[in-house]
C-alpha cells in the first residue's frame, strides 16, 4: 500500500532549516510519495538530445545537446512522480511512471506521449533487448519483470516471478538481464522472545545493564547466518532453534532467450539501489548499502551501523566481492572530522562505466558528489555536483557527465577535463519549501553524521523503511514509569523492532512503535 510523505514533518529543526520556510502566508504543505529515483537520466543514442525525469512536476524534460550548454526545449507531460526514462530509439522515450503504475511512451518528435502501458504495481525500471524486440519491466511491488514484445505491444507480456523483495533496477548484457533488489536483506532474523528465554536468554548486555532499572523485559533476539548457522554478536549458534535458511537473492540473472532464471547472487548488500555491467569483461558493479543490525544497542550502532558500497560480481565464477566506498573513514573517532566527511560518499546510487570499461562513475545522492571509481570499485577521485545527485549519463564524445540533481530539479553539467561543473535547470518545481529543506535532514551524510556517510535515510530507506529490525535498546538507558493504570513503562532495554517509515507521520507524536520518541 503507497502512502503519502510529508517531508515538511514540521518540527522547529526542519523549519530552521532554511530561510524559505519563513514567508508570511504558509503554503500547503506537499503530500508526495518521494519516489526515488532510478535511472532518470539518458541520452539519446545518436548523441543529439538528453532526456530527463522531472519527477516534482511530473514531466519528461528534453534537452538539445547541440550547444555549449545543454538547452531545454521541450517538456512532456506523463505519469505521477516518473522515476525512469530509456530511450529505445532516438524517437522513442520510455518514461517509468512509479505512481501511476505505467509507462509512457513518448514521441521526442511531437513532444507527445502516444501510448500508455499499465505495466503493474509500483514499476521502477525498464531496459531493452533489441535483438529481440523486447522490454524488460520491474513491478517492484508485485516481486516480478513482464516482458513485452515491442513489436506488438497489444500482446500479454511474459511474467517472470521473483524470488526477491522489491525488484529495483535492471542491466542487460547480451543475451543476460540482471535484476536488483532494493529490499534484498542480510541474511538476519529473530528469534522469538520466547524460545530465547528458554534457551537460557540473550547474551550479556556490553555494556552491562545499569543496576537501579528494573529486570530487562523478555525479548527476541536478532542473528544472523554465516553461511555455517544462525550466530549472535558472540559468535554463538542458534541454529538448533531457527530450522530454516533465507532466500537472499539480492541480484538475480535471467536469460533473455529463454526468459528463465539461470541465477541468483547472494551476498551483495541488504539495500540495492542500482548495477552496472562492465563492457569490457561483464563484471557488474552494484551499488549498496550493508547493514550491521546484528549489533544490539544504541551507543554500539553509533556512527557505524550502515556501510556505503558497492559490490562486485563475476557472474561467470559466482564471486561476490564488497568494496567499501569509505575506507578512509576512521570509526574509532566517533567524533570524526570535516575533513573525513568532505570524503565521504552516502547513499551510493546510479552508475555507469565508461566504454572501455576502465572507469565508473557513481551518483552519492546523501553527499553531493560523484564517486569516480576503478574497474574494481575503487574510489579514486570525487567530483562535488549539485544537491541529491541520483542518476547520471556519461557523454564521452563531448568529455562530459550530466548528473541529475534530486533535491533542487536541476542537472550539473560536468567538463571530465577538469572536474568543473555548471547547473542548468529541467523546470518548473512546485515542491514546498519544507520538503525542499527536508530532504537535506533526510538524505544529507555531511550534515547528519559526524563521518558523512550516514543519514535518516540510511535506515528510512527513501523516507519509508529498511525493512530490517534493530536492537536500539540502551542497557544504561532510563525507565520511563507507567503513565497509565496498568501499564507496564517503558525500559530501555526494548529488543529488536522494525524500522518505522516516515511516510504519513504528520502530527502523529509520539513516535516510534511504541512510542518512546517524543520528536523528530
Known amino acids: 500500500m503507497r502512502t503519502m510523505l510529508r517531508l515538511a514533518?514540521?518540527?522547529?529543526?526542519?523549519?530552521?532549516?532554511?530561510?524559505?520556510?519563513?514567508?508570511?502566508?504558509?503554503?500547503?504543505?506537499?503530500?508526495?510519495?518521494?519516489?526515488?529515483h532510478v535511472h532518470p537520466v539518458e541520452m539519446s543514442p545518436d548523441g543529439t538530445k538528453l532526456f530527463v525525469v522531472h519527477t516534482a512536476d511530473h514531466k519528461l524534460s528534453i534537452l538539445d545537446l547541440s550547444g555549449p550548454t545543454p538547452a531545454l526545449i521541450g517538456q512532456v507531460p506523463v505519469g505521477l512522480e516518473p522515476v525512469t526514462v530509456r530511450a529505445r530509439t532516438n524517437d522513442e522515450v520510455w518514461v517509468v511512471n512509479h505512481i501511476s503504475d505505467s509507462i509512457s511512451l513518448v514521441k521526442v518528435s511531437e513532444l507527445n506521449v502516444v501510448r500508455t502501458l499499465l505495466v503493474g504495481d509500483e514499476p521502477s525500471d525498464v531496459v531493452f533487448d533489441a535483438p529481440r524486440s523486447r522490454a524488460f519491466v520491474c513491478a517492484s511491488q508485485e516481486d516480478l519483470?513482464?516482458?513485452?514484445?515491442?513489436?506488438?505491444?497489444?500482446?500479454?507480456?511474459?511474467?517472470?516471478?521473483?524470488?526477491?523483495?522489491d525488484p529495483r533496477s535492471l542491466a542487460i548484457d547480451g543475451s543476460s538481464v540482471y535484476v536488483a533488489a532494493l529490499d534484498s536483506q542480510n541474511e538476519t532474523t529473530a528469534v522469538h522472545f520466547q524460545v530465547v528465554a528458554d534457551n537460557g536468554g540473550p547474551p550479556p548486555p556490553n555494556p552491562p545493564m545499569d543496576g537501579d532499572l528494573p529486570t530487562a523485559p523478555d525479548v527476541s533476539l536478532i542473528v544472523r547466518h554465516d553461511g555455517i548457522a544462525w550466530r549472535d554478536e558472540t559468535g554463538a549458534s542458534w541454529s538448533h532453534v531457527v530450522p530454516y535458511t533465507l532466500f537472499d537473492h539480492d541480484v538475480i540473472e535471467i536469460d533473455a532467450v529463454s526468459l528463465s532464471i539461470v541465477d541468483e547472487f547472494t551476498g551483495v548488500g541488504t539495500t540495492l539501489f542500482n548495477l552496472a555491467v562492465n563492457p569490457a569483461d561483464g563484471s557488474l558493479l552494484v551499488t549498496n548499502q550493508e547493514a550491521s543490525n546484528e549489533i544490539r544497542f544504541e551507543q554500539n550502532l553509533t556512527g557505524?551501523?550502515?556501510?556505503?558500497?558497492?559490490?562486485?560480481?563475476?557472474?561467470?565464477?559466482?564471486?561476490?566481492?564488497?568494496?567499501?566506498?569509505?575506507a578512509h573513514i576512521n570509526y574509532a573517532d566517533p567524533a570524526g572530522n570535516a575533513g573525513e566527511r568532505a570524503l565521504s560518499l552516502a547513499t551510493?546510487?546510479?552508475?555507469?562505466?565508461?566504454?572501455?570499461?576502465t572507469v565508473a562513475y557513481l551518483a552519492?545522492?546523501?553527499?553531493?558528489?560523484?564517486?569516480?571509481?576503478?574497474?574494481?570499485?575503487?574510489?579514486t577521485r570525487r567530483i562535488a555536483v549539485g544537491e541529491g545527485p541520483s542518476g547520471l549519463a556519461l557523454d564521452e564524445a563531448r568529455?562530459?557527465?550530466?548528473?541529475?540533481?534530486?533535491?533542487?530539479?536541476?542537472?550539473?553539467?560536468?567538463?571530465?577535463?577538469?572536474?568543473?561543473?555548471?547547473?542548468?535547470?529541467?523546470?518548473?518545481?512546485?515542491?514546498h519549501p519544507d520538503v525542499l529543506a527536508g530532504r537535506h535532514i533526510l538524505y544529507d551524510g555531511e550534515l547528519s553524521s559526524?563521518?558523512?556517510?550516514?543519514?535518516?535515510?540510511?535506515?528510512?530507506?527513501?523516507?519509508?523503511?529498511?525493512?530490517?529490525?534493530?536492537?536500539?535498546?540502551?542497557?544504561?538507558?532510563t525507565f520511563i514509569p507507567p503513565q497509565i493504570p496498568l501499564s507496564p513503562g517503558v525500559h530501555p532495554m526494548k529488543g529488536p523492532i522494525a524500522t518505522q517509515s516516515l511516510r504519513g507521520l504528520t502530527d502523529t507524536e509520539p513516535l516510534h512503535w511504541r512510542g518512546d520518541r517524543d520528536d523528530f
Open 304 to 326: 557505524s551501523f550502515v556501510q556505503s558500497r558497492v559490490s562486485r560480481i563475476d557472474p561467470g565464477s559466482g564471486t561476490v566481492t564488497p568494496i567499501h566506498l569509505n
Open 364 to 379: 552519492a545522492m546523501g553527499s553531493a558528489k560523484v564517486g569516480v571509481l576503478d574497474a574494481a570499485g575503487n574510489v
Open 450 to 477: 559526524a563521518h558523512g556517510d550516514l543519514a535518516c535515510a540510511s535506515c528510512h530507506v527513501f523516507g519509508a523503511m529498511d525493512n530490517v529490525s534493530w536492537d536500539l535498546g540502551d542497557p544504561t538507558g
Open 399 to 431: 568529455n562530459r557527465l550530466y548528473v541529475v540533481n534530486r533535491f533542487s530539479s536541476s542537472l550539473s553539467v560536468v567538463d571530465l577535463s577538469d572536474d568543473s561543473s555548471a547547473e542548468v535547470g529541467i523546470g518548473f518545481d512546485g515542491s
Open 348 to 357: 551510493p546510487m546510479d552508475i555507469e562505466f565508461s566504454s572501455d570499461g
Open 145 to 165: 519483470v513482464r516482458v513485452y514484445d515491442t513489436s506488438n505491444l497489444g500482446a500479454a507480456p511474459v511474467e517472470i516471478p521473483l524470488t526477491m523483495s
Open 9 to 36: 514533518l514540521r518540527p522547529a529543526a526542519i523549519l530552521a532549516a532554511t530561510a524559505a520556510s519563513a514567508v508570511a502566508v504558509p503554503l500547503p504543505v506537499s503530500d508526495h510519495f518521494e519516489s526515488p
